[in-house]
């Protein structure tokens, strides 16, 4: 359940009650909800709302699941200078 208000500085208060229900598995999320006004300021029709997403990287584990560093070399060489690591067990100790 959302509830979704705005206050304007030159009007009054509208917003939504927004119950819904999301089902998640391993390779996708879907959400569908209603969405209902909360005075005459936010509308007097009732509307519903639905999403689905895709986990690409549980989907195509060997291709669109690799980590961008396979493709582009290890980036973090860049970030070292501006924001230095902690030394804990991290990908070059273990490579070398």
Same mark, same amino acid.
């Given at each position: 359940?959302?509830?979704?208000?705005?206050?304007?500085?030159?009007?009054?208060?509208?917003?939504?009650?927004?119950?819904?229900?999301?089902?998640?598995?391993?390779?996708?999320? #879907?959400?569908?909800?209603?969405? =209902? %006004?909360?005075?005459? +300021?936010?509308?007097?029709? /009732?509307?519903?709302?639905?999403?689905?997403? #895709?986990?690409?990287?549980?989907? =195509? %584990?060997?291709?669109? +699941?690799?980590?961008?560093? /396979?493709?582009?070399?290890?980036?973090?060489?860049?970030?070292?200078?501006?924001?230095?690591?902690?030394?804990?067990?991290?990908?070059?100790?273990?490579?070398?």
């Amino acid at each position: 359940m959302e509830f979704a208000f705005q206050t304007p500085l030159d009007g009054p208060t509208t917003g939504t009650v927004n119950p819904g229900l999301i089902w998640v598995n391993r390779y996708l999320q #879907f959400a569908a909800r209603a969405v =209902f %006004p909360v005075n005459a +300021g936010s509308g007097r029709d /009732v509307g519903a709302r639905a999403q689905i997403h #895709f986990y690409l990287s549980e989907i =195509f %584990p060997d291709t669109l +699941g690799k980590r961008i560093r /396979v493709y582009f070399g290890d980036s973090r060489m860049a970030f070292n200078k501006a924001m230095p690591m902690t030394k804990t067990a991290s990908y070059s100790d273990k490579n070398g």
